[in-house]
T-cell receptor, first 113, second 110 residues
Framework: DTGVSQDPRHKITKRGQNVTFRCDPISEHNRLYWYRQTLGQGPEFLTYFQNEAQLEKSRLLSDRFSAERPKGSFSTLEIQRTEQGDSAMYLC???????????FGNGTRLTVT | QKEVEQNSGPLSVPEGAIASLNCTYSDRVSQSFFWYRQYSGKSPELIMSIYSNGDKEDGRFTAQLNKASQYVSLLIRDSQPSDSATYLCAVTRQGGKLIFGQGTELSVKP
């Protein structure tokens, strides 16, 4: 069990640029989640997958956010035309099917200048 | 009403005391409940899971669940300075989506 791996750990970008983050889940986990967390708040749900199927996407997300999980393995989260309000920690987690707990990666900290 | 609500912190307790953290949730059909600990700048780590009414103990930690009252709590006995962190309550919605509360910051004073 190598844990959930996220890349990069930190990303600084200028407003208007596109960014892409990668998450590699624990190998036997078929569920993969993306969350966003800002200072002093709990993780905010963005989207989740079961294998390659995206089961739900938060209504809070604009169309600038997209996530994929080709072949049910790693996942990518892309943010287009970044805004300063996108600055946050982006957390990926994986699990077996409910009611299994989530295991989190170390996160990607995004700073939009 | 937020889906998962926690005590607003910070909560400060002396070393060796019992820390009590509370959480309420709005969705009656929720079946799985978790407590995560998050140190500053780190990602959340699971400390307790509970699925049925009653108490569940693991070392110095006890989780309590009351589905009728839609309430889940975490007790930390013999609190240590190393327990100082933010504690996140998380509840599974139908379909498996995990929703988090805003977290309660705990400070254990030596």
């Amino acid at each position: 069990d190598t844990g959930v791996s996220q890349d990069p750990r930190h990303k600084i970008t200028k407003r208007g640029q596109n960014v892409t983050f990668r998450c590699d889940p624990i190998s036997e986990h078929n569920r993969l989640y993306w969350y966003r967390q800002t200072l002093g708040q709990g993780p905010e749900f963005l989207t989740y997958f079961q294998n390659e199927a995206q089961l739900e996407k938060s209504r809070l997300l604009s169309d600038r956010f997209s996530a994929e999980r080709p072949k049910g393995s790693f996942s990518t989260l892309e943010i287009q035309r970044t805004e300063q309000g996108d600055s946050a920690m982006y957390l990926c987690a994986s699990s077996l099917i409910d009611p299994s707990p989530l295991h989190f990666g170390n996160g990607t900290r995004l700073t939009v200048t | 009403q937020k889906e998962v609500e926690q005590n607003s912190g910070p909560l400060s307790v002396p070393e060796g005391a019992i820390a009590s953290l509370n959480c309420t949730y709005s969705d009656r059909v929720s079946q799985s409940f978790f407590w995560y600990r998050q140190y500053s700048g780190k990602s959340p780590e699971l400390i307790m899971s509970i699925y049925s009414n009653g108490d569940k103990e693991d070392g110095r930690f006890t989780a309590q669940l009351n589905k009728a009252s839609q309430y889940v709590s975490l007790l930390i006995r013999d609190s240590q300075p190393s327990d100082s962190a933010t504690y996140l309550c998380a509840v599974t919605r139908q379909g498996g989506k995990l929703i988090f509360g805003q977290g309660t910051e705990l400070s254990v004073k030596p």
